[in-house]
């Protein structure tokens, strides 16, 4: 499937991330990473995906290519970190 398909069906609620987790055999919080470092933001507010990255959206992407040793990622993703800093951006200690 393709991203935007993936983004439109969560969207409509006829298909939910556990459902896309059990489709890939990932879990919940993978395919929430993934999803975000395409550049797609959570509005709780509204139930809705919007896109926030810097490049135009990678709507046409086959989403499976995303996952194994071989993922292909578009370079319209955001950077996610998991809690580590870049030595470069991190404050000076005083």
Same mark, same amino acid.
């Given at each position: ?7 439109? #069906?969560?969207?409509?609620? !006829?298909?939910?991330? $556990?459902?896309?987790?059990?489709? *890939? ?10 999803? #975000?470092?395409?550049?797609? !933001?959570?509005?709780? $507010?509204?139930?809705?995906?919007? *896109? ?12 499976s290519t995303l996952f194994g040793r ?22 000076l200690a005083t």
């Open positions: 499937m393709l991203v935007s398909e993936i983004i439109h #069906k969560i969207m409509m609620k !006829e298909m939910t991330i $556990k459902e896309l987790a059990e489709l *890939y055999g990932v879990s919940n919080r993978t395919i929430q990473l993934k999803i #975000k470092k395409l550049g797609y !933001e959570w509005d709780s $507010k509204q139930s809705i995906y919007n *896109y926030v990255g810097e490049t135009p959206e990678p709507s046409d992407l086959d989403f071989n993922a292909i990622w578009p370079s319209t993703s955001v950077p996610v970190t998991r809690g580590k800093v870049d030595i470069a951006q991190a404050p």
